[in-house]
């Protein structure tokens, strides 16, 4: 099984905070012969991290490349603004090649809400009328679709250096397919082991860092779960709109929140930007089958 090169790229979204700024990067793979558009656009933007690996294990862990889930796009069993974004589904499909889309602008946000690959479902989502339905299915079969993929791909190890934050996330998730969690409960603590990964890899003292884990714990203890799970080829009924601007103010203020833990100089550690300057992490016109308005918090509100 040769190798090929996969190269991982970033370009500024579509979608404009109110500023009329980009609410991020979009980002993408290719390789000589194949291309993960990762729900949008596939062309020009800036070089990332690349590595090599069979495009038979890039198919394996980052394919279909477009489907739906319950109506919502979803690429590599990632459902889009429920597991993740485009930059999780391409490290899903970077899996192997011990790449990552470490440095797209909001590129931290995301990983501290859903994880590096994806696997976890955040809590705001349970307090937005039908998507609380969504990330129920979703937290069902997300972990169970990314242990198969990983263990079913390939043997081969992948090109992490062991003592980078990459290496340590891929053995922190090593660990987990190893032992899948079983409860929500446990599933939020190895979360968390991340989340402590990237903070400390930002110097963040760990009084500050156990704050921040205690924040995530309180938001969880607020999750009331649907009693009825429905399945991913049954489509729900929400508002589009509304519900881009109830993940946009839940998730914007749990940021504010966790800046008030850390402070303008930490958080800077950690995000690259000061806690005043507007951002998103969701790109409004994919959650919606129909798209919506772009809604967002203002970090100031």
Not at 13 to 42: E, F, M, R
Not at 65 to 84: C, K, L
Not at 253 to 267: S, W
């Amino acid at each position: 099984m040769s190798n090929v090169v996969f190269k991982a790229f970033a370009s500024p979204t579509s979608a404009k905070l109110p500023n009329g700024k980009p609410i991020g990067d979009h980002t993408y793979v290719k390789t000589p012969t194949k291309t993960w558009p990762c729900l949008g656009g596939s062309s020009g933007g800036r070089a990332l991290g690349s590595g090599s690996a069979s495009l038979a294990q890039g198919t394996c862990t980052g394919d279909p490349i477009r489907t739906t889930f319950m109506g919502i796009p979803s690429a590599a069993g990632v459902v889009y603004g429920v597991n993740g974004v485009c930059h999780q589904i391409a490290n899903r499909v970077l899996y192997y090649s011990g790449a990552t889309v470490k440095g797209a602008k909001g590129y931290v946000e995301t990983q501290l809400t859903y994880g590096t690959y994806g696997i976890t479902v955040p809590w705001f989502l349970y307090f937005i009328p039908g998507l609380d339905a969504v990330a129920t299915a979703v937290e069902i079969s997300v972990l169970v679709d990314w242990n198969k993929r990983v263990n079913t791909c390939s043997s081969a190890a992948r090109a992490f250096a062991a003592s980078s934050l990459e290496g340590k996330i891929a053995d922190l998730h090593e660990s987990i397919s190893a032992n899948p969690p079983q409860t929500r409960e446990d599933k939020i603590e190895h979360h968390l082991k991340e989340v402590e990964l990237l903070l400390d890899d930002a110097g963040i003292e760990q009084g500050k860092v156990e704050q921040v884990k205690n924040l995530f714990r309180d938001k969880e203890t607020q999750v009331t779960k649907p009693t009825t799970a429905l399945s991913a080829d049954q489509k729900v009924t929400y508002d589009a709109v509304q519900a881009a601007h109830q993940m946009s103010e839940l998730s914007m203020g749990f940021f504010r929140d966790m800046a008030g833990i850390l402070g303008d100089a930490d958080f800077k550690k950690v995000f690259g930007r000061t806690p005043d300057e507007e951002f998103n992490i969701i790109d409004p016109s994919l959650l919606g089958p129909k798209g919506c308005a772009p809604f967002f918090m203002r970090p100031s509100s």
